[in-house]
T-cell receptor, first 112, second 117 residues
């Protein structure tokens, strides 16, 4: 059974810092991996999707990497801003069914 | 990107009543939609897969008679919480993959907060 773990559970950094969020999964046979952002009381916003054949994806100040063989993904946020404060979730799909298995999330606070 | 809406955004009901939540894909068609629930400060747990034109498939431990799902069209799925009880209070979120337009990203609705008194 696939399990997804995210560390740290919470992170507080001063504005401007570069930071890394970690995601690990137990079964390396994934179809793709997605990183999401969730603001309090809101739905999820997709940030980046990495196919199993890809190593990384970039969007603006965000860079996500995938090492499928070791069951790890990282989300790198450059030059963090207070507006980046949110919960970041990673999720994997095991096949083309699109069923997502989520990690428990990392709550990020970027202090002005 | 694609947009998914949910209605209502918030609902308060008395114990024993039924509540219907709608999930709509606004600018794409979705043969499949997913329903999740999220407890405070916890992650999302998949409840069921809603399939247009056929029965929903439920995850282990989810009561199909308790959580009725109907995928009425290619843009609408509904979740009905029947005979709601306080323990059903949660945040319910739907999602849909926009794979019909070549995009495998999953798009999520804004969620529905249910409070059962």
């Amino acid at each position: 059974k696939q399990e997804v773990t995210q560390i740290p559970a919470a992170l507080s950094v001063p504005e401007g810092e570069n930071l890394v969020l970690n995601c690990s999964f137990t079964d390396s046979a994934i179809y793709n991996l997605q990183w999401f952002r969730q603001d309090p009381g809101k739905g999820l916003t997709s940030l980046l999707l990495i196919q199993s054949s890809q190593r990384e994806q970039t969007s603006g100040r965000l860079n996500a990497s995938l090492d499928k063989s070791s069951g790890r993904s990282t989300l790198y946020i450059a030059a963090s801003q207070p507006g980046d404060s949110a919960t970041y979730l990673c999720a994997v799909t095991g096949d083309s069914s699109y069923k997502l298995i989520f990690g428990s999330g990392t709550r990020l606070l970027v202090r002005p | 990107g694609a947009v998914v809406s949910q209605h209502p955004s918030r609902v308060i009901c008395k114990s024993g009543t039924s509540v219907k939540i709608e999930c709509r894909s606004l600018d794409f068609q979705a043969t499949t939609m997913f329903w999740y629930r999220q407890f405070p400060k916890q992650s999302l747990m998949l409840m069921a897969t809603s399939n247009e034109g056929s029965k929903a498939t439920y995850e282990q431990g989810v009561e199909k008679d308790k959580f009725l799902i109907n995928h009425a069209s290619l843009t609408l799925s509904t979740l009905t919480v029947t005979s709601a009880h306080p323990e059903d209070s949660s945040f319910y979120i739907c999602s849909a993959p926009a794979h019909m337009v070549g995009d495998e990203t999953q798009y999520f609705g804004p969620g529905t907060r249910l409070l059962v008194l």
